[in-house]
């Protein structure tokens, strides 16, 4: 297949990002030296549409490696990194992706990206299982199953299935505890102050921060704040996640509140509409908006546009100012995507390891269980997560311990 990407030259930086993730990812790394020599995957065609940065690139080589035809597009136009999606082109894995581009090629991109007829797919984000049920279809037949990576996603698949609609069989891998306790919320904790400073170059430490959302990601990114010393407010919906925010020593109020008093604000809720012009109104001279829920709709851009004065513009890289008519300025960090995409490299490495040895052990099972699963959204078996937590702990240097016959047989009478 003919590639998409932006420019080829630009392969070597990309090789040496995925060679550097190569190093930090024990659990492919594992997968990759026991499946390259039996070839589970052998003549599988497989589309990987996950955020196109060097893990994503790890996992598709992995994939590869273990004998699948592998295409891979971006989940996200500006998550993508062009060095990186022509590093894997240059190993031989066809890539429809470009940073920046609009939502009519990012739909393109998916589109030519099915061409390959896929028989296991991994999305991220619920964009390809969309096109699967819509445009198209014709090639629900030749699928076996596939996986999705993000809580977005995995809402989007609920709502199919409980409407009797979703054509295939998927795996919410999101919903695994070696996925979501580790890479929502201390990979969303972690990299979205990553991206933060690293866009801003200021500091955290005595900022008022707002994270709008008390979920995995939430939580992470509020811990995260509190560790480089922000006083937290937490906005939510609901009154189970707002008690706990409380209980874990952080202010909750509505976000109405909360907007006269926050410097820097995360939507991480996957909800739309978190942060509207009445916030805006009140915000304070030089409020940060950041949103790192999977959709650019938490923060809504339109009300900025309409209250800006003038025209916005790019006061620093990834930072879009907007004047309000009273002088105020409110800049929002990379166009309000996910800014731990967008204005940085995404999750850590190790963590990342994580989430995409369960992907592949995603893939594993469904094609394991071709013919056997209905079409429904299914959670992968506890087992797996053990054996992943095993693997990574050793890999980590930590032992545990092991029940012994006795203790096991006083827990099975309780
Ligand atoms: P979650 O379901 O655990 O948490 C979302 C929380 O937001 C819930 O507690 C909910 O009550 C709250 N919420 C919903 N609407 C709200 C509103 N209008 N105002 C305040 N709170 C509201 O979901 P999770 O796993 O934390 O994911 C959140 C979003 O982040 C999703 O879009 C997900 O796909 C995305 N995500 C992003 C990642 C990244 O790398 N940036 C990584 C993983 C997930």
């Not at 040496?16 to 990812?25: L, P, S, T």
Request: with cysteine.
């Amino acid at each position: 297949m003919e590639s998409m990407i932006k420019d080829i030259g630009l392969a070597p930086t990309g090789i040496q990002k995925i060679d550097w993730v190569k190093a930090h990812m024990p659990l492919l790394n594992h997968l990759n030296e026991k499946y390259s020599k039996n070839q589970i995957f052998k003549g599988i065609n497989m589309v990987v549409t996950i955020h196109l940065e060097a893990k994503t690139a790890y996992l598709a080589e992995v994939l590869k490696n273990a004998g699948a035809n592998v295409v891979v597009t971006g989940s996200n136009p500006l998550s993508t990194q062009d060095d990186v999606a022509a590093g894997l082109v240059t190993k031989g894995i066809p890539v429809f992706a470009t940073h920046g581009c609009t939502n009519e090629e990012y739909d393109v991109y998916l589109d030519k990206a099915l061409d390959i007829k896929p028989e296991l797919i991994i999305d991220d984000g619920g964009d390809l299982v969309n096109m699967l049920h819509g445009s198209r279809k014709e090639l629900v037949a030749n699928l076996i199953g596939g996986s999705e990576e993000t809580t977005t996603g995995v809402h989007r698949l609920k709502a199919l299935a409980n409407a009797k609609k979703l054509a295939f069989p998927m795996i919410a891998v999101n919903d695994s505890y070696c996925k979501y306790l580790f890479d929502n919320r201390y990979g969303t904790g972690q990299s979205v102050w990553d991206g933060i400073m690293r866009t801003t170059n200021l500091n955290i430490a005595g900022k008022n921060v707002v994270v709008a959302g008390y979920g995995w990601c939430g939580k992470g990114v509020a811990m995260r704040a509190k560790g480089l010393g922000a006083n937290v407010i937490v906005t939510e919906i609901d009154p189970v996640k707002a008690i706990e925010a409380v209980f874990d020593g952080f202010k909750v109020m509505p976000m109405q509140e909360a907007a006269k008093e926050g410097d820097i604000f995360v939507t991480v809720t996957g909800c739309n509409d978190v942060i509207t012009k009445e916030h805006m109104k009140v915000m304070k001279d030089g409020a940060i908006l950041s949103n790192a829920g999977h959709f650019d709709v938490e923060v809504n851009r339109n009300h900025l546009e309409e209250l800006s004065i003038k025209k916005p513009y790019e006061i620093r890289k990834n930072i879009m100012s907007y004047t309000m008519a009273d002088g105020r300025e409110i800049y929002l960090l990379g166009e309000g995507r996910l800014v731990n995409l967008a204005c940085g490299d995404g999750h850590p490495v190790e963590i990342m390891d994580l989430s995409f040895a369960m992907q592949f052990l995603a893939m594993k099972y469904v094609l394991e269980n071709k013919g056997k699963l209905n079409n429904e959204l299914y959670v992968l078996p506890a087992e797996l997560d053990k054996e992943i937590a095993t693997l990574k702990l050793e890999a980590m240097g930590f032992s545990f311990d092991e029940l012994s016959a006795e203790q096991a047989a006083y827990l099975e009478q309780e």
